[in-house]
DNA sequence: GTGAAAGCGCTAACAA
DNA sequence: TTGTTAGCGCTTTCAC
């Protein structure tokens, strides 16, 4: 293994040289820097990350720890965070946790994650008290998409505010019987609950009441959403229009009104929140989030703080904007 | 920050004692091991990761290099072999390359990987021999999906049989005009050329004359196939099948139809390969290949490589199979 | 502008 | 069964 000693023998110098040299810093001359950087280009030297952190304290990685990786939001999302850590020299540790208790305590305690990254970004997670203490405790910066946790940074958009949209369109429709199927929460993310109380919200600000009977939970899925919908659509009285926690679900309840021989959006309209890949393919009405953009900032903040780690944490909020497709629709005159 | 000492100091041995205690080793007595275990848990000791690389030469993590990681195979086979290796105490670090040739050219040249993982798990990539030769100098065992290298384990299905059993398929229902939507390979990963190869096969097989302009080639993505669909349809001899390469295309392809006022299965039958989460909900019909078990195959076989360097790597070939949905159907009469 | 040397926290060989 | 000690390869201070 060629090590910074052959490389400081190659090019005639000390290893601290080879080090200042290779690392841009001041303090070696021109001469000396084109010799080192000629030397290691030769022998293909690549310093040893673990003596690096060591030394030095750093280890140039980022975690990232989120509920799903194989799901198209947190994708997409650790995908544009990536980029933009990797452009900035940072490695990508992935913690993708599934709903095994187990496993979010671990991530969380820091187990995994103390000493090993610089900095942590947690995903579609709403952390206790004690995992925000925990994970503080492992020392770098915070950053986290998809809640707001004092101290640290965090990037989000607002969940009420973008269920409230989303019924306000159907509600606009004339719809006056409005069904939800929201999500349950077993890695309470907070994100259901405020998609539901903007739902519920939005029907009281119209003077409309609150019907539990038209709420169905499942999980964040396209056939629980199809299960879900089942449901509402066998109520005796059931939902002229259904606005789902997510465009997964939205497609699950498109598909399942369908499949019952109700037309979309004639006899039921459906809306959802995401804007998800496959949204346009099928023709679904939804929220959008902007996902790119979520995690680029997400990612900024947390090199930001990096940089300057005694910085005021920012809290920021992207908007979300109603995207009108085919399967909403003015609703049907009363039978 | 807490270190070996520290649990040293408390559990009142020295850090060797304390290392082997920790690690489970034998030469502990039982007595002390306890004693060390309920310092290290009291303290809430973690070890340094960066010390214990530099000192055992291993890092216990495997980076992961994918061109993707926000399209649905990639991250199914992630997610997938990052439970496994997770369990198996490893770390993920991972590369998502994209299209950017430069960054294949980083990743595949170790200078990311460098004595920073242990094994390397290479998706959905064909390297070339330098790339080749330049991973395996990294030095652990190199495990890939989705395609097969001399000196390293696979794990992959027949991407030629998989076509050549879609095209069967719309061959047996009687379509004798049968489209190929494939994708280009800007990546060179050899998978589309295989998947072609099966198409023209397969019909050459039949006694059927290949045609050229029945073939279209855009990316792997739905809004590629929506108008690589639109070309063939507009032929003047239009196909009354068309097999796409992978099922996002496949997705495109149906709409492309719909919005056509072309009806599927009546006009078009529309087959793909993947059997992707949302085939089931848009009804398509598809060649099935398992991506849990190529993940986890993959990680296992890994893992197996480095408790046993000298093992001879396995190549094995997963089996697809074809799952008949509503998309294809009967050919329609001769007009 | 350059080099010597002291660690960083741990593992593993060896000694006791 | 336990402890001592020599590194692992690098960064960083300090002296020159």
Chains 1, 2 share one sequence.
Do not use: C
């Not at 040299?21 to 001359?29: D, E, K, N, T």
């Not at 994650?113 to 770098?140: C, I, N, Q, W």
């Not at 459906?270 to 990612?299: C, F, K, S, W, Y």
């Amino acid at each position: 293994m060629t090590t910074i000693r052959d490389v400081a023998e190659a090019a005639g110098v000390s290893i601290a040289t080879v080090s200042r040299a290779l690392h841009g810093l001041p303090r070696v001359s021109d001469a000396t820097r084109q010799r080192v950087l000629a030397a290691a280009a030769e022998l293909r030297y690549v310093a040893s990350p673990s003596a690096a952190s060591l030394a030095s304290g750093q280890t140039n990685a980022v975690g990232v720890v989120a509920p799903f990786i194989n799901r198209w939001y947190f994708a997409a999302v650790v995908h544009s965070a990536e980029e933009r850590l990797r452009k900035a020299g940072f490695d990508l540790l992935l913690y993708s946790l599934g709903t095994d208790v187990q496993e979010r305590h671990r991530a969380f305690s820091g187990t995994l994650l103390s000493k090993r990254v610089d900095a942590v970004l947690v995903l579609g997670l709403h952390p206790t008290a004690d995992e925000v203490a925990a994970l503080s405790a492992v020392g770098g910066p915070v950053a986290i998409v998809g809640a707001k946790v004092p101290g640290w940074a965090s990037v989000r958009i607002d969940d009420e505010a973008a269920a409230r949209s989303a019924v306000r369109h159907v509600l606009d429709l004339g719809h006056r019987r409005v069904g939800f199927i929201g999500g349950d929460d077993p890695l309470r993310t907070a994100m259901p609950a405020e998609r539901r109380a903007g739902y519920r919200a939005e029907l009281i600000a119209a003077g409309l009441p609150v019907h539990p009977e038209l709420e169905a939970v499942g999980e964040f899925t396209v056939r629980s959403g199809y299960a879900a919908a089942v449901r509402l659509l066998q109520l005796p009285e059931p939902p002229t229009a259904i606005f789902a926690a997510s465009d997964e679900m939205a497609m699950g309840a498109v598909q399942a009104a369908r499949r019952a021989g109700i037309a979309v959006p004639r006899d039921l309209s459906v809306i959802g929140i995401d804007d998800h890949e496959m949204a346009e393919l099928l023709d679904l009405t939804t929220v959008a989030q902007p996902v790119v953009a979520q995690g680029v900032l997400a990612a900024e903040m947390l090199l930001g703080a990096l940089v300057e780690p005694d910085g005021e944490p920012h809290s920021v909020t992207v908007p979300t904007e109603l995207v009108v497709r085919g399967t909403t629709g003015p609703a049907p005159r009363r039978g």
